[in-house]
């Protein structure tokens, strides 16, 4: 079977793994990282979602061996020194989660689109996360989440 080398939160492992074997599932069934759901199968519902290599991808449409010698980071690896990232302080501050299914996707996704976008519309937050479906909240305290934490990221920045 393939080996394949991939630092997921910082540690990197090694795993022989079958050619089929989806990325969430070695990061869920073999590496533990369960915080990171299979909400469809399917590539539609983004609950999956991670960075790889600093760019957001539904991790059930990536095969495990098309991450070898990449850096991922899941929702459980985004926090610092035991704090939450601001883009998860700002879903708990505005109550823009119900069941939590979609949201450790919505938060890598949000994460994602202020990359190119740092100071994003409602619009354009709406188009950057239409990748990610949320059944519980109807969108609107996500929306404001993210402009949130879009706030928050940008004041560190300008104070580091
Ligand atoms: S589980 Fe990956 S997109 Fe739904
Ligand atoms: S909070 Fe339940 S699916 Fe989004």
């Known amino acids: 079977m393939p080996r394949v080398t991939v630092t997921v939160d910082g540690i990197t492992y ?3 793994v079958e050619p089929r074997l989806l990325l969430v599932h ?3 069934e073999r590496l533990g990282k369960t915080g990171t759901p299979v909400g469809c199968d399917t590539s539609n519902c983004g609950a999956c979602t991670v960075m790889l290599d600093g760019k957001s991808v539904k991790s059930c449409s990536v095969l495990a061996v098309q991450a070898d010698g990449s850096d991922v980071v899941t929702i459980e690896g985004l926090g610092a020194n035991g704090s939450m990232h601001p883009m998860q302080r ?15 996707g919505m938060v890598m996704a949000a994460i994602d689109l ?4 740092p100071e994003p ?3 354009a937050i709406r188009q950057g996360l239409e990748g990610n479906l949320c059944r519980c909240t ?3 305290n996500i929306v404001r989440a ?7 990221m ?3 920045v300008k104070s580091s």
């Open 14 to 16: 090694q795993e022989e």
């Open 138 to 140: 109807g969108y609107c």
């Open 121 to 123: 519309s409602e619009e």
């Open 26 to 28: 070695l990061l869920r």
């Open 146 to 152: 993210v402009r949130r934490g879009a706030q928050e």
């Open 90 to 104: 700002a879903f708990h501050e505005e109550h823009a989660l119900q069941c939590g299914y979609c949201t450790p």
């Open 154 to 156: 940008g004041q560190a």
């Open 114 to 117: 202020l990359r190119d976008t």
